[in-house]
């Protein structure tokens, strides 16, 4: 199967900084990405969709001026944390596809941590 | 909107019992179903993608079933080991959307 990535894998910031999560598609261009937010025991949780060259869809109660989603190229998408909170400690995982009748393939997540 | 449910939440069972995870969903126009294992403080690894027009998928010892006129899904498991420990995700996309998740079972498998 197709092959995303996600770095860092582990990040931990202190309160008030922002933090950068990439999502690359390896094998495949990923015409939409998605990101997605998991508490402690709890399911994911779909926080904005990318769509290349376009600005971000955000769910209802995600901030889009605190978590910053650009989708520059066909193989990479990037989410800040801006000025992250202690609240905002979670695992963070993407997924892309190459179009809509494709698969979605997820990365491996982003633990952070903010102290 | 849709909504996806997964019982039980938890589930503890000797090695090498037979086992039945189920997911509902409310909406039954999904594009397809998905399920996925993940273990503690992991990514999700994909287990058996259903699209609408099937009924079943097989994977070694795993078999998922979907009936989604009734908008439910079975994913069986035959002859549980302890590796099978994790907890299992069902998620259903509409056509050109992101994933909708039930929040998981965990099944815990003794040796």
């Known amino acids: 199967g197709a092959v995303v990535s996600q770095h860092p894998s582990r990040v931990i910031c202190k309160s008030g900084t922002s933090v950068k999560i990439e999502c690359r598609s390896l094998d495949f261009q990923a015409t939409t990405m998605f990101w997605y937010r998991q508490f402690p025991k709890q399911s994911l949780m779909l926080m904005a969709t990318?769509?290349?060259?376009?600005?971000?869809?955000?769910e209802q109660g995600v901030e889009k001026d605190k978590f910053l989603i650009n989708h520059a190229s066909l193989t990479l998408s990037t989410l800040t944390v801006t000025s992250a909170h202690p609240e905002d400690s979670s695992f963070y995982i993407c997924?892309?596809?190459?179009?809509?009748?494709?698969?979605?393939?997820f990365g491996p997540g982003t633990r952070l941590t903010v102290t | 909107k849709q909504e996806v449910t997964q019982i039980p939440a938890a589930l503890s069972v000797p090695e090498g019992e037979n086992l039945v995870l189920n997911c509902s969903f409310t909406d039954s126009a999904i594009y397809n179903l998905q399920w996925f294992r993940q273990d503690p403080g992991k990514g999700l690894t994909s287990l058996l993608l259903?699209?609408?027009?099937?009924r079943e998928q097989t994977s070694g010892r795993l078999n998922a079933s979907l009936d989604k006129s009734s908008g439910r899904s079975t994913l069986y498991i035959a002859a549980s080991q302890p590796g099978d420990s994790a907890t299992y995700l069902c998620a259903v996309e509409l056509w050109g959307t992101a994933l909708i998740f039930g929040k998981g079972t965990t099944l815990s498998v003794s040796s």
């Open positions: 990318s769509n290349e060259g376009s600005k971000a869809t955000y």
């Open positions: 259903i699209q609408s027009s099937q």
């Open positions: 997924s892309a596809r190459a179009g809509e009748s494709y698969e979605q393939y």
